[in-house]
């Protein structure tokens, strides 16, 4: 439902002058801000010298007058990772590595603004530093999941085996930073990230039973969305404490949530269609 409304929508929303000389300081964006305050790179990146000096992204110049582009332009710019800036962004990613063993911390940013060949002085551009690299390692998973789905064939997986599926999948990426994983838990759960944090997540659980093929507009939305977050949450804490071979434990749980949940909407439903012929 974001997703779809956000491709139809932001395009023209960002071209609308009343938009953007009211936004101008704080245009439209799914994760917390990111001042880029000094370009920091000891040279120029290729390609990318007029846009040096920029303080924000500029959604609308990537708009395209041909409706073939439009569609693309949406997309790109709804994207989970569109906000952030190219260096910012190269630092982030080339530190997720090293966020394995140096943990969700300045140590970890450093070393990846040096993998780069950025200066690490970028870092203080960061006003969150570790949640930052907490928020770009959500937003790049979310991607990461968009992207199998928009591959992937899932029409012939029954929807229950299509949530469990995905959200092993998102579940997945976070094994190789298990260990350092409960510091990012507790990164988001600081108050200044609290709001990001959820929107992370909503946006996850969103894109998971859109793939799933959820058409609800009622309240049904929002407990499906609800009742799929708890069980995201839930996994997530599990395989914290899962020591089986291939964490094989917390998929079997993942799939007890997910069947109890789909039990208990065909139980709720059953209930409505004998109150309603009484």
Known sequence: ???????????????????????????????????????????AAPGNTQNHGQD??????????????????????????????????????????????LGWSDAAM????????????????????????????????????????????????IPSHRVAKLVRIRVEMQAPHISKWPQALSIQARPLNVSTSFKQRAMLVDEIWHAAGDKATDIDWYLKRTILGGIYSTTELYMLTDNSQGYQETWAFLDEQVRQAFDLKKSVQEVIILLSSS
């Open 1 to 43: 439902m974001y997703r779809s409304a956000a491709r139809r929508l932001l395009p023209a929303l960002c071209r609308h002058p009343s938009y953007r000389s009211a936004n101008q300081a704080s245009p439209l964006r799914f994760s917390a801000p990111i001042v880029y305050r000094a370009p920091f790179s000891a040279a």
């Open 56 to 101: 924000h992204f500029d959604p609308s110049t990537s708009s395209s007058s041909s409706s073939s582009d439009e569609g693309q332009t949406a997309r790109d710019t709804a994207g989970p990772k569109a906000h952030w800036q190219e260096e910012q962004a190269r630092v982030l990613q080339a530190s997720l590595r090293h966020a394995i063993t």
């Open 110 to 157: 450093i070393a990846g603004a040096r993998d780069v060949g950025i200066s690490p002085s970028i870092v203080g551009s960061f006003p969150k530093k570790e949640a930052a690299l907490v928020e770009f390692f959500m937003d790049d998973c979310l991607q990461r999941l968009m992207d199998i789905i928009d591959k992937e064939d899932l029409s012939n997986i």
